[in-house]
């Protein structure tokens, strides 16, 4: 009767999203331009990611976007999920988005994270 009450448990969660918990996150956050506008972007092509700007989490504390990027240590498999943040509260949530690494690496690179894919090519 009051299943509705009742807390999800971890079987219930997507596959996906099991998956990323064991993937190493970078929080980096964005310049709040449009929430929603970003998210229809993404679902239709995820080079979308590369038009927004960082900012310092400091200088706008009262609304941005914050992009939760999860990579394997190689960078084979990376997913981007992005948070809307109107004074200090989370207002909204995207999907989670697969990144190729290349594109995963020019992100990074915007915040000053340096990334040679190469170093990891050798390895293989």
Known sequence: MFSFLKKKSKE?????????KDLKCRKIN?????????CSDMKQDVN?????????YYAIKNQYIM??????EDFSENYVQFLHFESERQTGKSDI??????????VLAKVGIMIDLKQFENKE
Not at 12 to 20: A, G, N, S, T, V
Not at 30 to 37: I, K, L, S
């Open 67 to 72: 992009g939760m990027v999860y990579s394997e």
């Open 97 to 106: 988005y697969p990144l190729d690494p290349e594109l995963t690496v020019r």
């Open 30 to 38: 964005f310049v709040d331009e449009d929430f929603d506008g970003l």
């Open 12 to 20: 219930d969660e997507p596959p996906l999203k099991k998956k990323i």
């Open 48 to 56: 979308a990611i590369i038009k927004l700007k960082p900012v310092n």
